[in-house]
């Protein structure tokens, strides 16, 4: 990544929340949550991949009742020194997400990657990558905004500018199918959800929500 485009991303860090609203938080915790006790992993120690982690002040509020071992990669410096104030004993590591990650293969048992996947210029190239890097029964799990929501389909058609696309660094824009489809070409296991809810993904809720939550294995 050019030294510009750095700059341009450490100055949307630096501009923007990261958590958004408390509802907003709250729903994507809640939910992630569930997947997380849901799952039952291989080791009693998991190995977890932070993946454009920011300070890891999210992370810090999910439940985990399981042992773990971090890394996070994120590109922004100034982040990583916080998140080592939250988890001292994780590794960081500087990384640009866009580029080809350096881990052996099988090497994560858990890889999270929250509200990342919209910020790639190629996430093809990412889910490749992920799918490389994730064990054999592993979990991925990652969010991304509904970037079609009934209101940004309104705003757009009266010519406005809907908040999601105002983002100058989200360069992908998902809805349900096209996430689900896209994580089908790369895992075998995948589930997508809407939130705030999580009930069964019928057409209604897939269009008022704010986003999707997703797991997903080789």
């Not at 938080?25 to 998991?46: A, G």
């Not at 994780?90 to 999270?112: G, M, Q, R, W």
């Not at 790369?186 to 993904?201: A, G, H, Q, R």
Request: hydrophobic share 40%; aromatic share 16%.
């Amino acid at each position: 990544m050019s030294f510009t485009l750095k700059s341009f991303y450490l100055n949307n860090h630096a501009n923007r929340s990261l958590l958004g609203t408390a509802w907003h938080f709250e729903n994507r915790k809640k939910l992630m949550d569930l997947i997380l006790s849901n799952w039952k992993p291989s080791n009693e120690t998991v190995i977890l991949l932070d993946v454009g982690s920011r300070d890891g002040f999210f992370l810090s509020k999910l439940s985990f009742s399981f042992p773990y071992k971090i890394t996070a990669i994120d590109i922004d410096s100034t982040a990583l020194l916080k998140y080592k104030i939250l988890f001292p004993e994780a590794t960081v590591k500087i990384l640009d997400c866009n580029e080809s990650l350096p881990f052996k293969n099988d090497s994560y048992d858990l890889i999270f990657a929250g509200e990342i996947i919209e910020h790639l210029i190629n996430p093809d190239q990412f889910l490749s990558e992920i799918k490389r890097i994730l064990k054999p029964r592993g979990l991925f799990i990652g969010s991304t905004p509904n970037a079609f929501r009934y209101d940004k389909r309104i705003k757009l058609l009266m010519g406005n500018d809907p908040k999601t696309f105002s983002d100058s660094t989200h360069t992908q824009y998902f809805s349900f199918n096209s996430l689900k489809q896209k994580l089908n070409t790369y895992f075998s296991k995948t589930k997508v959800f809407s939130y705030p809810t999580s009930l069964p993904n019928k057409y209604f809720y897939k269009l008022i929500s704010s986003g999707f939550i997703w797991q997903a294995q080789k």
